[in-house]
Structure formats: structure tokens, C-alpha cells
């Protein structure tokens, strides 16, 4: 079983919408795979994405940061091939809790030096923990130049996923009816972003 877990000091940078889209897609192009989701965040928003979902995978692993270890024990003997773990901004403990349980981190960060200027607890807590990572590029908006610098700034730090995740409505109103971006109508280029993230991190835990 591998453990994905999205992670971000940072409020407000896309874990949770990512969580929802990746989780949600690998579960359609991996049809044959055991996926679930575990959301760490007491505020509970992937919880009630997925409460509001109509399909049945991935399913939700009921957990907290004091059981995640026991519960991901539980979830690998049951058979769940990838678990993808959301996790809650600010609180370190949780959110270090999340990541040493972790086999790929992805971090979200959004285009602006004040983002990249705050990845810095984040970062110390995974190289700590000595867990691979990559930061994931998430509202680009496009024609800007402003992504190409974040993506060349984050690079000193670490790797940086191969496809930015563009600005786009589709991954905000997708979220309100238990649906994620590539799924709704208009998601064409919101599923081509995350089939690549997909791509991505299934060679990343490979060559881990
Ligand atoms: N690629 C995107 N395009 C458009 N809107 C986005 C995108 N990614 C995230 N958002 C929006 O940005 C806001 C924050 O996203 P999200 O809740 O996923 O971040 P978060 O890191 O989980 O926040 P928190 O730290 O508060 O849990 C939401 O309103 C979401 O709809
Ligand atoms: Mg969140």
C-alpha cells in the first residue's frame, strides 16, 4: 500500500481540492485498485466533499492523527492499494503526524512569492522526517510569468511536479456537489493536469 499525503502549513493553497481531484481520478483510471481517503483536517472539508459524493470510490478511512498509524495498519491488511491523506493547515503536530506516515508527500504551493515564502515549516518537518516530496505548482494563472519563477524558485528547495495545475473555476465548483474538477463538465483540462500528476507521483513511488 502506498500513503500519499498532501501537506501545507499554508491555509488556502488547494490540499484538499487536490486530495478530492487526485484521489477521485486515480480511482476512475485505476479501476482496479482499493483506494480510500483519510481526512486529518478537523474542519472536515474533504469529509463533506466526500459525504456529498455520489460515486463510491474512493472510499473514506475514518481517522484521526492519534490512530492514522493504526488505521493505515488496518487498510493495508484490508487490501487498499493507495491511501491519500489530507491534512490541516497550521497545526504542525498533525500535520508532521500526517507526513511520517507518509510514502510521497505533495505540496501544494501557489504562485506567489508570499507562498513560497512560507513553505519553510513544511519543508524542515519533511526533510526531518526524511520523507521524498514535490511540491505540486496549483493556480497558475495563465499568460503570467509568475509561474515559471515560482516553479524556478521552488526548484531550489526540491522537485517540482512536471505539470502546473492552472487557476481554473472548475476545480472551485466542482467541490460543492461531491464531484472534482476532471469529473464535471468543462473539466477537460482540469483531468489532463491531474492524469499528469497522476502519471507523476505512480513514477515517483516506483523509483522511491
Ligand atoms: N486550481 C484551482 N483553481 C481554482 N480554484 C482553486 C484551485 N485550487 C484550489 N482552489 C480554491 O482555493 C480555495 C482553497 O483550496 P483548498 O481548500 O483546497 O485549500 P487547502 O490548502 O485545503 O486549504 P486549508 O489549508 O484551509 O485546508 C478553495 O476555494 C478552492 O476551491
Ligand atoms: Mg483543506
Given at each position: 500500500?502506498?500513503?500519499?499525503?498532501?501537506?501545507?502549513?499554508?491555509?488556502?493553497?488547494?490540499?484538499?481540492?487536490?486530495?478530492?481531484?487526485?484521489?477521485?481520478?486515480?480511482?476512475?483510471?485505476?479501476?482496479?485498485?482499493?483506494?480510500?481517503?483519510v481526512d486529518l483536517d478537523?474542519?472536515?472539508?474533504?469529509?463533506?466533499?466526500?459525504?456529498?459524493?455520489?460515486?463510491?470510490?474512493?472510499?473514506?478511512i475514518e481517522a484521526s492523527?492519534?490512530?492514522?498509524?493504526?488505521?493505515?495498519?488496518?487498510?493495508?491488511?484490508?487490501?487498499?492499494?493507495?491511501?491519500?491523506?489530507?491534512?490541516?493547515?497550521?497545526?504542525?503536530?498533525?500535520?508532521?503526524?500526517?507526513?511520517?506516515?507518509?510514502?510521497?508527500?505533495?505540496?501544494?504551493?501557489?504562485?506567489?512569492?508570499?507562498?513560497?515564502?512560507?513553505?519553510?515549516?513544511?519543508?524542515?518537518?519533511?526533510?526531518?522526517?526524511?520523507?521524498?516530496?514535490?511540491?505540486?505548482?496549483?493556480?497558475?494563472?495563465?499568460?503570467?510569468?509568475?509561474?515559471?519563477?515560482?516553479?524556478?524558485?521552488?526548484?531550489?528547495?526540491?522537485?517540482?511536479?512536471?505539470?502546473?495545475?492552472?487557476?481554473?473555476?472548475?476545480?472551485?465548483?466542482a467541490m460543492t456537489d461531491?464531484?472534482?474538477?476532471?469529473?464535471?463538465?468543462?473539466?477537460?483540462?482540469?483531468?489532463?493536469?491531474?492524469?499528469?500528476?497522476?502519471?507523476?507521483?505512480?513514477?515517483?513511488?516506483?523509483?522511491?
Amino acid at each position: 500500500m502506498k500513503t500519499i499525503v498532501f501537506a501545507a502549513s499554508k491555509g488556502g493553497v488547494g490540499k484538499t481540492t487536490l486530495c478530492a481531484a487526485l484521489s477521485s481520478y486515480a480511482s476512475s483510471a485505476s479501476k482496479k485498485k482499493k483506494i480510500a481517503i483519510v481526512d486529518l483536517d478537523p474542519q472536515g472539508s474533504l469529509t463533506a466533499w466526500w459525504n456529498q459524493r455520489q460515486e463510491e470510490r474512493p472510499e473514506l478511512i475514518e481517522a484521526s492523527a492519534g490512530n492514522l498509524s493504526e488505521m493505515l495498519e488496518k487498510a493495508a491488511s484490508a487490501g487498499y492499494d493507495y491511501v491519500f491523506i489530507d491534512t490541516p493547515p497550521g497545526h504542525m503536530k498533525t500535520i508532521e503526524t500526517g507526513i511520517s506516515n507518509a510514502d510521497y508527500v505533495l505540496v501544494p504551493c501557489q504562485p506567489s512569492p508570499v507562498d513560497i515564502a512560507a513553505i519553510g515549516d513544511t519543508l524542515s518537518a519533511i526533510e526531518e522526517l526524511g520523507k521524498p516530496f514535490a511540491f505540486v505548482m496549483n493556480r497558475v494563472i495563465a499568460r503570467t510569468r509568475i509561474g515559471e519563477q515560482a516553479i524556478l524558485l521552488l526548484a531550489n528547495h526540491g522537485k517540482v511536479a512536471g505539470v502546473p495545475v492552472a487557476q481554473r473555476t472548475a476545480f472551485a465548483t466542482a467541490m460543492t456537489d461531491g464531484r472534482s474538477a476532471p469529473e464535471v463538465e468543462g473539466g477537460k483540462r482540469a483531468e489532463e493536469e491531474i492524469g499528469a500528476l497522476w502519471k507523476f507521483l505512480l513514477s515517483n513511488l516506483k523509483t522511491k
